[in-house]
């Protein structure tokens, strides 16, 4: 039997402020830098002992990983990190607060921008600021496969490979790791090892911060998942993830 912990970031200056962020580099607030310590504090009750870390490029994640192993007495730990552990890129929608423009495109469209399967938001120019191939972070990927916009399904597409080349051979080789990432790029992970559907998909929403436990066959088959915290209070988190596209009333 595996164990696997995912978390998403603490909450972000963009969470905060209800704007669609995607790959925008935003750093954590001061809630999510306590969500991260209290992350990490759970961990290190429970017992966990981590053997090699994975994070994005993207700083809310990295930061939310360095807090909790550090809270954990674990910041010693290699980490990886890989723009594939990004987030979902939200094109053209990148900056815009999620109210603003359910109020203005309607609450189903901006539904079907954040959590349709395989519809992506409009894409970004290549001259567009938002377009990641300025960005020296990501110098060593070809232009042609950088996004300028992603559905879950593209999303997916990019992750997997990393699943399938990084997270799983380590996994099988008997390391415990843990996973610092975001709310769309875990729902790509979620959906794959649960096998959920597209239309369960839609209805998955990861909150910010909280450990994510999974026990894994030894095919990788989840046998139990499980959040670590207080169930209403992570049930709120989650249902208040949901609300982030209604338009402001
Ligand atoms: O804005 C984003 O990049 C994501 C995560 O914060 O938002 P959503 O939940 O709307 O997909």
């Known amino acids: 039997m595996y164990k696997l912990v995912l978390i998403r970031h603490g909450e972000s200056q963009w969470n905060l402020e209800n704007r669609f962020t995607g790959w925008h580099d935003v750093n954590l607030t001061e809630t999510g830098v306590a969500q991260a310590k209290n992350a990490g504090r759970m961990l290190k009750e429970a017992g966990f002992e981590f053997d090699t870390a994975y994070t994005s490029v993207l700083l809310r994640a990295i930061k939310t990983l360095n807090i909790a ?27 815009l607060d999620k109210a603003e423009t359910a109020a203005k495109h309607g609450e189903e469209q901006v539904k079907i921008w954040r959590r349709s399967f395989d519809i ?42 990393y699943w399938h080349d990084e997270l799983r051979p380590a996994i099988q080789r008997g390391e415990n790791i843990i996973i ?15 096998g959920m559907s597209e239309e369960e998909v839609l209805g998955l929403n990861i909150p910010t911060g909280v450990p994510l436990v999974y026990e894994l066959d030894e095919n990788l088959k989840p046998v139990s998942k ?18 982030q596209g209604s338009a402001k009333k």
């Not at 910041?75 to 723009?83: A, D, I, M, N, T």
């Open 69 to 95: 192993l550090e809270e954990m007495g674990q910041h010693y730990l290699p980490v990886k990190r890989s723009w594939r552990l990004n987030e979902r890129h939200y094109g053209a929608l990148t900056g």
């Open 120 to 161: 992506p938001p409009p894409f970004v120019e290549m001259d567009d600021e938002y377009f990641p191939g300025h960005d020296r972070r990501y110098s060593h990927i070809d232009p042609a496969i950088l996004p300028r916009g992603e559905s879950l399904a593209l999303t997916i597409e990019r992750v997997l490979p």
């Open 180 to 194: 610092a990432a975001h709310g769309n790029s875990l729902r790509a992970l979620v959906k794959y090892l649960d």
């Open 226 to 243: 499980e959040y670590l915290g207080d169930p209403e209070k992570i049930k709120a988190m989650m249902e208040a993830v949901a609300k």
